[in-house]
């Protein structure tokens, strides 16, 4: 019989958990979710752990201790050889938070980044942000998700949004890579209208892909909250008087290409067009998938088809579409429980969703 793991604390298993979800591509929080991580544990050739010991581990772990080898066959899905080197990182992140000043949640109006944000102390807070840009990528998301969750708690956190619009780690880790689409900070929209303001689409084609993701960002949130007008006048400026070309849309990164081109049905809606206008550009849109899909890895088309289902769903496209939509990413939904397969796009996004900061900030309201 495998050895029982005994010393098993509440911080590492919170880690663990994270990063096998990250993995995985979605949350755990049901017995179907359970048994296709443990088929795909078993098809990948990590070893068998069963849908029950799964679900006792996900959804019971205050009740459960589990066994030495169900952890070695998680971890090595994640990444690291045993438990112990697993615990050796989480060590490595627990002296980073320390340095750092990052307190747990409950403590957050004590922690280092918030007292600076909350005083306008931002000298400690450019040295900090500059000696993170030849860092590993976790310690840059434990600072990114501090900016976020300090914001969430401070009166005008627009007053920082303009001080660090322009400053490489604050766009690249916190408006960029840890983007929420639910827009929880007060005055969100407004740091997207600092971060693009110095954005001239003119200059370069990094320039033309930062106006493309942040104009993309803020349509998106107007329209699906039917602030209508505001949206309306962004859409306007993309798709009427189009700053872009077919040739430069293909040399910016795919996600800010890919919004780009399924919101276009956004301001279809906005503008009332033409029905077989609409038709048409829906049968494009599902080719260009078709075209791009060999030549992106797995996490990016799940990224895509997320985007694209979701323009979809709030456009109101008809099954028909949704139904090829989901034939084209077939490899992907391998990925997935297959019960969920037959099910509305609407229900079936939460499998999909790849945002980084809504999977260690959940928001179960997201639109």
């Not at 900016?147 to 949004?161: A, Q």
């Not at 795919?254 to 399924?262: H, K, S």
């Not at 890895?297 to 496209?317: D, G, L």
Request: with cysteine; proline share 4%.
């Amino acid at each position: 019989m495998s050895k029982q793991l005994y010393s098993f604390d509440d911080y590492s298993i919170f880690e663990f958990k994270e990063l096998l979800i990250r993995k995985l591509g979605f949350k755990i929080s049901s017995k179907i979710d359970c048994l296709k991580l443990s088929e795909i544990l078993n098809e990948e050739g990590f070893g068998m752990v069963s849908e029950s010991t799964l679900y006792r581990l996900f959804l019971k772990s205050d009740e459960h201790k589990p066994f030495k080898n169900t952890l070695k066959i998680l971890c090595n899905y994640i990444g690291f050889d045993d438990w112990q080197q697993f615990n050796e990182f989480v060590d490595e992140i627990k002296n980073f938070k320390i340095k750092n000043g990052i307190l747990p949640l409950t403590d957050i109006q004590k922690s280092l980044m918030f007292q600076c944000i909350s005083t306008k102390s931002y000298k400690p807070l450019n040295s900090l942000f500059e000696a993170l840009v030849e860092t590993e990528q976790w310690s840059k998301n434990i600072i990114s998700t501090a900016i976020f969750d300090s914001l969430l708690h401070v009166k005008r956190p627009e007053i920082f949004l303009k001080y660090f619009a322009n400053n490489n780690f604050v766009r690249e880790e916190f408006f960029e890579k840890g983007v929420d689409p639910t827009f929880r900070i007060k005055n969100y929209e407004i740091g997207f209208q600092y971060y693009l303001e110095n954005t001239n689409p003119n200059n370069s084609i990094v320039d033309l892909q930062n106006y493309l993701f942040g104009n993309t960002i803020l349509f998106r949130n107007y329209f699906l909250k039917k602030e209508y007008s505001k949206s309306a006048e962004i859409g306007k400026n993309l798709y009427e008087f189009p700053i872009i070309n077919e040739k430069e849309l293909e040399l910016i990164f795919i996600f800010p290409r890919i919004r780009y081109l399924a919101y276009r049905l956004f301001y279809f809606n906005l503008i009332k067009a033409n029905p077989n206008l609409i038709e048409d550009y829906i049968i494009s849109l599902l080719e260009y998938c078709s075209k791009v899909n060999p030549t992106l890895n797995t996490v990016e088309r799940k990224i895509i088809f997320h985007t694209i289902a979701e323009a979809f769903v709030y456009s109101s496209v008809s099954k028909s579409y949704q139904n090829q939509l989901k034939e084209l990413f077939f490899n992907e939904f391998k990925k997935i429980p297959q019960s969920v397969i037959n099910e509305p796009l609407r229900k079936i996004l939460p499998y999909f969703e790849s945002n980084g900061l809504l999977t260690v900030r959940p928001n179960l309201n997201l639109t």
